[in-house]
């Protein structure tokens, strides 16, 4: 009887040590007071469990031991590594849900379009909330901090480094994620072209002048052959977008620019190729200015009806600029 009486009473125990746990385990993953949405963004693979006691002092969840016991029983693994990007919970979330949203990052399309500068491109992350436009263009003033294989980046900034391209950038991602993911994207359009680092910085630069001239790959060729020709001659390129460029502000010109605008950006009173790119080309604009077309035409225009036109005397490319003006002016009546 008394062995019967001990049995009972050591189950009596355990079951209440039982109960007790489930209500003390309970408690622990139960969900925190509703409140607003919180983001974290991991640059690296981060461990799960690492994560879940972030996650607590932010004060997302109660504990983060308990959660990631519950998570084991849902197949969760403390080790687990949980991938670069950017993660949305917010208090009010079952523990369960809160595991859930650990699986997926946000997504959030964003279209960084090909010829814009640097300093351009700050202001459409900014707009949707990637980054601070200020984030972006400081860490774009610092190329040491971005080595990348496959990427000779030589210069004072990464202008022309930037792959232009659809990227999904969540909120609150980061300037540095950002730019990495540029990048990896230059070096992976690039591969093969035979860029190093003695012909890199001459190669973008040109090719960030075709990029706002054409949008045609064998038109950008036939360009590339004109700005071979000019610097050859000792020419001034005299392109419309590097003073754009030097004013860092794009709008049509007007007659006073081409002397007003003191840059060394300024190819209409600089002789040469500008110091560096003028924005991010495509890999068309690049292989152009690779494998430039050869010919003898020194001038081009464009005409309103999308028709360029090349020659090769000033007075043949003034008899285009009377042609152009006469569409223009047929087009205005």
Request: positive net charge; aromatic residues 8%; hydrophobic residues 40%.
């Amino acid at each position: 009887m008394l062995r019967k009486a001990k049995r009972r009473v050591a189950q009596v125990v355990v079951l209440g040590v039982v109960v007790g746990f489930g209500f003390v385990f309970s408690a622990l993953i139960a969900p925190m007071p509703s409140g607003p949405k919180k983001r974290f963004v991991m640059v690296k693979p981060r461990k799960l469990s690492e994560q879940l006691a972030i996650m607590s002092e932010k004060g997302v969840i109660r504990s983060a031991f308990a959660t990631n016991l519950y998570g084991m029983v849902l197949g969760f693994r403390g080790n687990r590594l949980i991938a670069p990007g950017v993660y949305e919970v917010h208090p009010g979330q079952s523990a369960g849900e809160v595991l859930k949203s650990l699986v997926t990052p946000l997504r959030q399309l964003v279209r960084l379009r090909e010829g814009r500068w640097a300093a351009r491109t700050a202001k459409a992350l900014a707009e949707k909330e990637v980054c601070s436009s200020e984030e972006y263009t400081a860490l774009v003033g610092k190329p040491e901090m971005f080595k990348t294989p496959g990427v000779p980046i030589v210069g004072e900034t990464l202008e022309g480094y930037l792959y232009p391209d659809t990227y999904n950038f969540p909120p609150e991602l980061g300037a540095e994620l950002v730019i990495r993911r540029q990048l990896m994207n230059f070096a992976k359009k690039t591969k093969g072209l035979g860029l190093t680092e003695q012909n890199v910085h001459r190669t973008l630069i040109i090719a960030s002048m075709l990029e706002l001239e054409s949008a045609k790959l064998d038109e950008k060729k036939l360009i590339a052959g004109v700005i071979e020709n000019r610097l050859k001659k000792g020419m001034r390129l005299q392109i419309d977008a590097t003073v754009n460029y030097g004013m860092q502000l794009w709008r049509p010109l007007f007659y006073k620019d081409y002397t007003a605008v003191k840059s060394p950006y300024n190819t209409y009173l600089t002789k040469g190729l500008p110091p560096g790119p003028i924005c991010s080309p495509t890999i068309d604009s690049i292989k152009a200015a690779l494998s430039p077309a050869q010919h003898n035409d020194l001038f081009y225009i464009s005409l309103p009806d999308g028709r360029t036109l090349f020659t090769p005397t000033y007075e043949a490319h003034l008899k285009n600029v009377q042609l152009r003006d006469k569409i223009k002016a047929a087009v205005k009546n």
